[in-house]
């Protein structure tokens, strides 16, 4: 069975390019309103806040990610919702999540607009990456009692499994787009 390819592929899109800012808009409006809408599940959360990282990784240029990549953390903050009693603690990860979340993005666009791996490879070095620096911040952090230690498994093993869920979805619904063209 060979790789399967998930690239930069117009044919691939579910929006036409010329509708990049409505596209754009969706997704980080949808990015905004998950911890609102699931306020006490970070795995349903994370894997739909994953999956339009790698859409946007995949469809956007540059910058124009920065708000799929923060408004997220940013409504979980807002809305108290994914960590509970350690949202106070959000706010000390704050660099660090966007960073893991630019990170993730920045590989899986690199890697898959080159064709330099298959999907699957570039998913798992982007979902070690990206928990890696999470959870890396987050041990530092309890280190320096900024924040608990309880954060280190949502930092670290709840991020790569969110972040692996997110890419196998973008995979799904990509196929299943495909099917309907």
Not at 15 to 21: L, Q, S, V
Not at 44 to 49: A, L
Request: glycine fraction near 6%.
């Amino acid at each position: 069975m060979g790789e399967i390819n998930v690239t930069i592929d117009e044919n691939a899109r579910l929006w036409p390019e010329k509708y990049w800012k409505i596209e754009l808009a969706v997704y980080s409006a949808i990015a905004f309103s998950l911890p609102f809408l699931f306020p006490s599940s970070q795995l349903v959360t994370g894997t739909i806040v994953n999956a339009l990282l790698i859409i946007s990784a995949l469809h956007f240029k540059g910058r124009q990610v920065l708000p799929v990549v923060m408004l997220p953390s940013i409504a979980a903050l807002l809305n108290g919702a994914v960590f509970g009693p350690f949202t106070l603690f959000l706010v000390y990860m704050l660099p660090f999540i966007w960073a893991g979340n630019f990170l993730l993005v920045h590989i899986i666009r690199e890697l898959q607009s080159a064709a330099r791996l298959g999907y699957f490879k570039t998913l798992v070095l982007a979902s070690v990456s990206k928990s890696a620096l999470l959870f890396s911040g987050a041990f530092v952090l309890a280190g320096l009692s900024l924040v608990p230690s309880a954060l280190l498994f949502q930092m670290g093993p709840m991020q790569f499994a969110t972040a692996l869920m997110g890419g196998i979805a973008v995979l799904i619904l990509r196929r299943f787009a495909h099917l309907l063209k």
